[in-house]
């Protein structure tokens, strides 16, 4: 072995312990000697972005590629960084050339299917996942990927069939446990025992691997004005569904008695995010940072009462949750079912989401804030409410603006029994994932084999803006809300535009935000008990 190879080894040796600076370190001396060799520069581009610094490994990634042009490892970890940067469109014909380089690599496949489901690609990811899977059937990146691959497309009974067989032969993956959890959640029919075990089966592992650790000492009895210090983390803090709800908790919370601080997590920051830094007593930039360094920075800020915001949903920081950096911890908002982790004490909603009896669903104690447990803050602009667009057009026109990953069979079928009940009626869908051509096709399909004529479906891709997005409202004469896992700020624009919805109230809390919103405005008998009601209503 080489001089090279062994300083490789030990290297990967150091990344596979967890020991990131440890193999910084080594690189770095060995780039001094030898600042343009490639396998040198591309390990160090690698273990940049393990240590969460990606500007700088873009830096070693490109001049590994110029050093190795014909290295498919090299275009790779290139295209791969490219598109953690947000940089899809230039990350995806590096990748394929890395493809084309090592067909046997699942690398390249992973870092493409990353690429193009940030340009909502999603048949395209599918098929890499499986591609790379074929040579890699292990790998846990993978896996994950086309799980929520397989969601996207609408495909939640085989996303979840698939990562159930792949937790089966691993189930000590909390990664993988954690999104077979999550897409319990979009089942046709799912059983709320099966999906609290699921969510316990991860909590299990992450307070296994992320113990607790010592708290700090006792806060003083008496601060200068006896405010508490509430502690919120989100990758969310921006353009973003839980922006809509955590905006008018920060403005309308007593400053005098509650000390906001705001851990974000997003790489991403926009108008919305300058405006919750301007509400929050202090804000902490944390993407990048580690699990156990959060929580290090959370302990150290002595935070009273700690809140999830994100649950199971994409980059997440349940982790930090169970290492217990705070002496109280609460979810709220962000996820609709239990985290699965005794480390988080607490689950905020209201008695029409959680009725009594939900306490068995959960981990974590309930704690009903009514009569609603949330509160929307429509954008400041909006466009003005239109009149019901069936008087100029001649027929009705049903609608849905939710993700394509709660359009699972079952609503499928109802929503076509709503068409065939409803003469001439129409119905429009928009969600990001209908930019993939190849999905608006299964889409119309889906419907087509409900016996639905495809002119009667409107398919709609993204808009440029919000205004935009609703101002599309007025083309909607009713919007149908999923089950069971129903809207939340899509039905909260719909109203806000001035157009009702029909929820079917489910038998958790995924299923029942929609009679919660609907019974806060006073218009709950647009809630139906079952599907007949609920085709029957509209």
């Keep these: 072995m080489s001089r090279l190879q062994a300083m490789l080894s030990t290297v990967e040796q150091a990344l596979a312990g967890g020991r990131f600076e440890e193999a910084r370190q080594t690189l770095m001396r060995a780039l001094q000697r030898d600042p343009s060799n490639g396998p040198l520069c591309n390990a160090m581009a690698v273990t940049l972005v393990m240590l969460r610094q990606h500007e700088q490994a873009l830096f070693y990634a490109q001049r590994a590629a110029k050093a190795l042009p014909d290295d498919g490892e090299a ?37 493409i ?5 940030s340009l909502n690609r999603h048949s395209e990811v599918v098929e890499h996942c499986r591609a790379g899977l074929a040579v890699a059937p292990d790998d846990q990146d993978l896996t994950v990927k086309l799980t929520f ?24 993956d909390s990664v993988l446990a954690s999104w ?83 851990y974000s997590t997003s790489k991403t920051q926009d108008q919305t995010t300058r405006r919750l830094k301007d509400l929050a007593a202090h804000w902490r930039p944390c993407a990048g940072l580690a699990d156990a360094a959060l929580a290090d920075r959370i302990r150290s800020d002595r935070i ?10 994409s980059d997440n920081s349940l982790p930090v949750f169970a290492m217990r950096p705070a002496p109280i911890q609460a979810t709220w908002c962000g996820y609709p079912a239990t985290t699965g982790l005794t480390a988080i004490d607490w689950r905020l909603v209201d008695s029409i989401t959680d009725p009594a009896g939900s306490e068995s669903h959960c981990v974590e104690k309930i704690m009903r804030m009514d009569p609603c447990f949330l509160c929307y803050q429509p954008p400041d602009a909006s466009p003005p409410v239109g009149p019901s667009p069936a008087e100029a057009a001649g027929h009705v026109t049903f609608g849905s603006f939710n993700t394509l990953l709660k359009l699972n069979t079952r609503v499928v079928e109802t929503w076509a029994r709503i068409l065939r009940e409803t003469p001439g009626s129409k119905l429009m869908l928009k969600a990001t994932q209908l930019a993939d051509s190849r999905v608006r096709g299964w889409t119309v399909d889906r419907f087509a084999a409900a ?5 009667r479906i409107d398919v709609l891709e993204a808009t440029a803006s919000q205004h935009d997005h609703l101002a599309l409202y007025h083309r909607m004469d009713i919007a149908l809300d999923p089950f069971p896992y129903a809207g939340t700020t899509t039905t909260c624009e719909a109203m806000w535009m001035g157009v009702p919805v029909v929820t079917l109230a489910g038998r958790s809390h995924a299923g029942r935000v929609g009679l ?7 218009m709950d008998e647009l809630a139906a008990p079952d599907v007949d009601s609920y085709v029957a209503l509209a």
């Design 516 to 522: 919660s919103l609907l019974s806060a405005v006073g």
């Design 75 to 111: 275009a790779s970890t290139l295209g791969s960084i490219l598109a953690l940067l947000g940089r899809a469109a230039e990350a995806v014909p590096v990748l394929e050339r890395a493809i084309a380089l090592s067909p046997r690599s699942p690398n390249p496949r992973l870092g």
């Design 304 to 313: 009273d009462i700690l809140f999830d915001l994100a649950g199971h949903t």
């Design 451 to 455: 016996g639905i004529d495809p002119a």
């Design 180 to 262: 077979r959890a999550f897409a319990l959640n979009y089942l046709p029919d799912p059983d709320p025992a099966q999906v609290r075990s699921a969510h316990e089966q991860y909590g299990r592992l992450v307070e296994t691997a992320h113990p607790p650790r010592p708290q700090s000492p006792p806060r003083e009895p008496a601060r200068p004005g006896g405010s508490l210090r509430v502690g919120l983390v989100s990758p969310d803090f921006r353009t973003h569904s839980v922006a809509y709800f955590v905006e008018p908790l920060l403005r309308h919370l007593d400053r005098d008695r509650v000390e906001v601080t705001c």
């Design 113 to 117: 299917a990353n690429a193009l489901g």
């Design 149 to 172: 691959g397989l969601l996207s497309c609408g495909q939640a009974d085989e996303a979840v069939a698939f990562s159930g067989k792949a937790l089966e032969r691993r189930p000590d």
